[in-house]
């Protein structure tokens, strides 16, 4: 399976603020997907990102709040912009195994605590 | 509308015992299910799969459970052990090329004991 690295491993930001969360895979890969991991919730995605094309977001998360970039087939960002003490959560970066299946394999995660 | 639904937040099992996950769903387009393992600070380890053709698959010993009729799965880990112990999440899929979004449940925190 791919190895995926993301960067920050953790982050405490301020209200208001915007962060930046950079994924890279070590294999070119097609689509890459974002999730968010509220507190003692479950993993919700938030967009796909295909490269070349604008991501595609879940019902509930917007591109003002969430931009993605994908400018190449092994990296992506996600902002999280203006933040508040409700985007506290995990951000996890995950790609499609090479089985072609429905697997898809995960980052570490970014924890991001905004106070 | 939780559409997975995992209703044991936690389970803890003797080492060397079997250790069963729960996993309900409500949407019958879900045809891939998954099970992934969690441990803190680290992202979900893949563990197993099953398609919606099939009733059941073993890797190991882990082997997962289904059953379309009523909706459920379950994970078996057989024997149990230390390293066990984490999150494990399942996860369902429905048929849409590559595209298909993973929906996930809330999580069982697996406790295996001495």
């Known amino acids: 399976s791919a190895v995926i690295s993301q960067k920050p491993s953790r982050d405490i930001c301020q209200r208001g603020t915007s962060l930046t969360i950079q994924c890279q895979v070590d294999s070119q890969v097609t689509m890459m997907f974002w999730y968010r991991q509220q507190p003692g919730q479950s993993l919700t995605l938030i967009a796909t990102a295909n490269q070349g094309s604008e991501a595609t977001y879940e019902s509930g998360f917007v591109i003002d709040k969430f931009p993605i970039s994908r400018p190449n087939l092994t990296f992506s960002t996600l902002t999280v912009s203006n933040m508040s003490p409700e985007d506290s959560s995990i951000y996890l970066c995950?790609?499609?195994?090479?089985?072609?299946?429905?697997?898809?394999?995960f980052g570490p995660g970014t924890r991001l605590t905004v106070t | 509308d939780q559409q997975v639904k995992q209703n044991s937040p936690s389970l803890s099992v003797q080492e060397g015992r079997i250790s069963i996950l729960n996993c309900d769903y409500t949407n019958s387009m879900f045809d891939y299910f998954l099970w992934y393992k969690k441990y803190p600070a680290e992202g979900p380890t893949f563990l197993i799969s099953?398609?919606?053709?099939?009733d059941k698959n073993e890797d190991g010993r882990f082997t997962v459970f289904l059953n379309k009729s009523a909706k459920h799965l379950s994970l078996h880990i057989v024997p149990s052990q230390p390293g066990d112990s984490a999150v494990y999440f399942c996860?369902?899929?429905?048929?849409?090329?590559?595209?298909?979004?993973?929906?996930f449940g809330t999580g069982t925190r697996l406790q295996v004991t001495l």
């Open positions: 099953i398609s919606s053709i099939k």
């Open positions: 995950s790609v499609y195994g090479e089985s072609g299946e429905y697997e898809q394999y």
């Open positions: 996860a369902a899929s429905a048929a849409a090329g590559t595209a298909s979004k993973l929906t």
